[in-house]
Nanobody, 118 residues
Framework: QVQLVESGGGLVQPGGSLRLSCAAS????????MGWYRQAPGKQRELVAS???????YYVDSVKGRFTISRDNAKNTVYLQMASLKPEDTAVYYC????????????WGQGTQVTVSS
């Protein structure tokens, strides 16, 4: 059974940095792509960043130049390095992944809270 485990969320001051990690376990097939979504209270969940083999990483405009997504294929782990954090970045961040052989199914983590506040 595929499971995604997230870590790294917390409380940070504006201008600070956090690194989110998402490790996939129970993998029997190769991961095709992984990404990060976020959802603030009262708002729709939005795609923040994603990465797949052989493709240029995607970033939503609001985080370009501040966030960096990376992937360690050997560890089946994706990271989201967040810098210059703003209060507007406050949200629950969710990791997701798809398997190469089963792209029709998207796996989700439980979410980790990121709060940017002074």
């Amino acid at each position: 059974q595929v499971q995604l485990v997230e870590s790294g969320g917390g409380l940070v001051q504006p201008g600070g940095s956090l690194r989110l990690s998402c490790a996939a376990s129970g993998i029997t097939f190769n991961i095709y792509d992984m990404g990060w979504y976020r959802q603030a209270p009262g708002k729709q969940r939005e795609l923040v960043a994603s990465i797949s083999s052989g493709s240029t990483p995607y970033y939503v405009d609001s985080v370009k130049g501040r966030f960096t997504i990376s992937r360690d294929n050997a560890k089946n782990t994706v990271y989201l390095q967040m810098a210059s954090l703003k209060p507007e970045d406050t949200a629950v961040y969710y990791c997701n992944a798809r398997l190469t052989e089963r792209r029709s199914i998207t796996y989700w983590g439980q979410g980790t809270q990121v709060t940017v506040s002074s």
